[in-house]
Structure formats: structure tokens, C-alpha cells
């Protein structure tokens, strides 16, 4: 399959345009509505006020076009508006929009479970739940463990993301806001170190062999003993917490005490999944089958609808133990369906070649700069560490400047994951402006010299 750009508007777009101050007049204006009746809770990382989107660029309220390196949180697998998912969608809408599939039967719920199932990522027969997000995934995944197990105990990861709801975010550890004012939380949760590993500049790390030990010597060792473990809850590359793929090793030596001890290991694989590491599955690069697996994010293009994926064996509990009245609605389930055909004839190869293209280019531009600290990831899942937030900070907003999209994650990492569509001129744009980005954030850090720059 040619890697399509979504549309003719796409393909005549080769550059960022930026043709106001930002934010520009319309999208002041917007904004000061939405300070005024939107939750506080959001974070917005700089004022993008979005209006359309066409493969991998999105219009602004006043015309400002921009470069889309976020893909709204690793969402837009397919790129804005890709025409074989908004086909779907419409057609979809014209038959049905809603019938509540836990408690009726319908015919795009079924198939969409059927592709899941088959491209889980472990040998035995597969079963799916279809979920409303990342976070309800989680929910999921954590109720049937502790079903099947007959055990309440779970164990994260230090710097991991879940998810908001409350079991969620007694797993999530990425960031201290997330979880102040929210407790009590779910009890016997503990969280082991995870290893983050920086190979780039720095070259620290390791295997995760001491991470390991840390796992089996103090927390199952000591803090909550192995029979009450339902679930090992891992991220095989963290997110939120600052892009660090897992060594193989480690997720190998986690599958290793999983099965010394009869627990379930649970790979969190919404942000890495749906071809975004360059395979279905970020596990797959290290050769380590999960008992359950958790998707969502890039899996239906941006329509509202995520997964959790088990073994056969693993689904134990009866009629009514799990629900959802809007969960895998039709319109999500056509827009899966489009979207995991495209992610399978063509997508996910180039994930691999663009990711692989743009980690090389990032990695030159960076190799000039003393403020970066590590480039790293899998696929186009690409995170540039820096030495402080604020110097990472200054980049992000300075990229947005120059029409280019990123998110910062963990403690001052930007993270850089396209649309898969993004080809070798648009990888290759986003290196120089990242670059510009860069040279510009130094002149203007004050005391940079102060900071080492």
C-alpha cells in the first residue's frame, strides 16, 4: 500500500505556515472563553487552538499551519481525517451510531474484537473487552486479574502512567499531581523501580538485572508476598514517564517471576501499541508474551475506544462481572476497523523506516547542543531528554513558534510521535526545525552558561 496523506489538502502542504502572532487573534479569544468555564485540571502545553487537521498537519482558528509531531497524545495513528476512517465513520452514522453491546449483538463490535483477538500478542486463543479509553482499559484489566487470581495484590513501576480513574491512578507514578488529594487509593499496590536507561550521551543504565533484583529481593521479599500478587502492571515503553524503552531483558526476567509465581503480566501498551514502535506490539521487539494486554490511543484513529486482551484461559469471571453501556459503539468500531487495515498494509513498516529515519536525524541535530541528555525510542516513539525542564520547556515552546507539534513527558523529555503516515520530507522537516528550535531556547535560557550551556 502507497502511504497515503489523507487528502489533496495534505499533499499541497509542505511547510508550516505561521501567518500571526501566536496565539493569534481568534484563538485569544477562544481562550479566554475556555478559561472561563473549563476545568482547571487541564494542562494545555502551549496555546494551539486547533481548527482542522489533514494527514500530518493541523490548521489553527487563524490559519496557522503546523507540523503535527503529537498526533494528539499518540492518537492520530492514521494521520487527521484519513479518508478510508472518515468513509467508515459516515457510512457507519448513515446505519447506526448506538445499541449498547452489553446488551445486545452488533456486527462492527464483533468484527473489531475478532481482529483484536487475532493480532494479540501471544500464542493462545485471545478474547477482547471493548472500553471507552486508555484508562477504563486499565480499569479492566485490573478487575479481571484480581478475578482470576482470587488475589488483591498489584504491582507498578516507578515513572508509569495508567490512567486517571482511581485503580488507574493507583498505578500511575509518573508525576506527584496526578495522584496529590486523591487518596486513599487502591490498597496493597506497590511500585519497583523501573530501569531508565539512557544510551545516547550518557550511556547509563543498564539491563534491568538490578531493577529486578530490587523487584524480587524488597517488594516481593518484603513488602507483600507473592501469593498475593494478581498482576505485574508494565509500560514496555513508558510514556508519560519519559519515553525509556524496557530492556529485553527486563521484560523477559518480568515473564520469568510472573510464571515462578503463577501472576499475571499485563502489558500497558496503549501509547506503544497499534504499530507505533514499527511492530502491532512493543513486546514483540523483546520476545516476551504478556497474560493481558491493554490498548487504545492510536487503535481507532481518535474515535473514542480502547481494549483489554487476554488469554483465553485468563477470562474466568461470568455474565455481568463487566460492562459499559457506550463502549464500542459503532461509529469507534468502523473507525478501528479502517484503522487496523491500514496500520497492517503499510503503516506499521513505515513507522519502523520513518522512526528509525528520524531518531538518526534527531540525534545529529542534538549531537551539536550540551543541553540535550539522551535520544532515545522505538519506532516513532521518540523522546529527546534534556538536562532541565526548563530547557525543555523553552524547546517545545520554541518549536511551536516554528509551526512544529511535540509534548513534553517525564521530568524534562520532549516526545516526538507523528501520525504513521509522516514520510522521509516531513521526518526530515521536523529534524531542521527541531534544530532551529533548539539553537533558538539557548539564545534565549537566561544563564545558560550558568546551567553548563
Not at 507540523?67 to 481525517?81: E, K, M, N, P, Q
Not at 473489531?112 to 484508562?135: C, D, H, M, V
Not at 550521551?201 to 498475593?228: H, M, Q, T, W
Request: contains cysteine.
Amino acid at each position: 500500500m502507497s502511504i497515503e496523506t489523507n487528502s489533496a489538502a495534505a499533499a499541497r502542504i509542505t511547510a508550516p505556515r505561521i501567518h500571526t502572532e501566536l496565539p493569534g487573534p481568534r484563538a485569544r479569544e477562544l481562550i479566554a472563553r475556555d478559561e472561563a468555564v473549563v476545568s482547571p485540571s487541564l494542562t494545555r502545553a502551549y496555546p494551539l487552538v486547533a481548527e482542522s487537521g489533514s494527514g500530518c498537519w493541523v490548521t489553527d482558528v487563524d490559519g496557522n499551519v503546523f507540523l503535527d509531531c503529537a498526533a494528539g497524545i499518540a492518537v492520530a495513528s492514521t494521520g487527521h481525517a484519513h479518508p478510508s476512517v472518515v468513509t467508515a465513520i459516515k457510512e457507519q452514522a448513515d446505519r447506526l451510531i448506538h445499541i449498547a453491546a452489553t446488551d445486545f449483538y452488533e456486527p462492527r463490535y464483533l468484527e473489531f474484537t475478532e481482529r483484536l483477538a487475532a493480532i494479540a500478542p501471544f500464542k493462545e486463543k485471545a478474547r477482547a473487552f471493548l472500553t471507552n479509553s486508555g484508562t477504563e482499559a486499565i480499569e479492566g484489566a485490573i478487575k479481571l486479574a484480581r478475578y482470576h487470581t482470587h488475589r488483591p495484590g498489584i504491582i507498578a513501576f516507578e515513572g508509569a502512567f495508567h490512567g486517571r480513574t482511581m485503580g488507574a491512578l493507583s498505578l500511575t507514578n509518573s508525576k506527584l499531581k496526578q495522584r496529590a488529594g486523591f487518596g486513599p487509593l487502591l490498597p496493597m499496590v506497590h511500585h519497583a523501580p523501573f530501569p531508565r536507561v539512557r544510551a545516547w550521551r550518557e550511556s547509563s543504565g543498564g539491563d534491568g538485572s538490578a531493577e529486578l533484583e530490587v523487584l524480587r529481593r524488597s517488594i516481593l521479599g518484603r513488602l507483600i508476598a507473592p501469593s498475593d500478587v494478581a498482576a505485574i502492571f508494565v509500560e514496555p515503553v513508558q510514556g508519560e514517564g519519559g519515553y525509556f524503552p524496557a530492556p529485553a531483558a527486563f521484560l523477559q526476567g518480568l515473564r520469568e517471576i510472573c510464571d515462578e509465581h503463577g501472576i499475571l503480566l499485563v502489558a500497558d501498551e496503549i501509547q506503544s501499541g497499534m504499530g507505533r514502535t514499527g511492530r502491532w506490539w512493543a513486546m514483540e521487539h523483546a520476545g516476551v508474551e504478556p497474560d493481558i494486554v491493554t490498548s487504545a490511543k492510536g487503535i481507532a484513529s481518535g474515535m473514542p475506544i480502547g481494549a483489554f486482551i487476554a488469554r483465553d484461559s485468563v477470562w474466568t469471571w461470568p455474565p455481568g462481572a463487566h460492562g459499559s453501556t457506550f463502549a464500542g459503539n459503532p461509529l469507534s468500531a468502523a473507525a478501528g476497523l479502517a484503522t487496523l487495515e491500514l496500520l497492517e498494509t503499510g503503516l506499521i513498516a513505515n513507522a519502523a523506516a520513518m522512526g528509525e529515519r528520524l531518531r538518526s536525524a534527531l540525534e545529529t541535530v542534538a549531537a551539536g547542543s550540551d543541553t540535550v541528555r539522551d535520544v532515545r525510542g522505538v519506532g516513532l516513539m521518540i523522546g529527546v531528554e534534556f538536562r532541565t525542564h526548563e530547557e525543555a520547556n523553552a524547546v517545545e515552546r520554541s518549536c511551536f513558534e516554528r509551526g512544529l507539534l511535540v509534548l513534553e513527558c517525564g521530568v524534562s523529555t520532549l516526545r516526538l510521535c507523528p501520525p504513521l503516515v509522516i514520510d522521509a520530507e516531513q521526518v526530515d522537516l521536523t529534524a531542521r526545525l527541531f534544530g532551529e528550535a533548539l539553537a533558538a531556547a539557548r539564545r534565549s535560557t537566561p544563564n545558560h552558561e550558568e546551567m553548563g550551556g
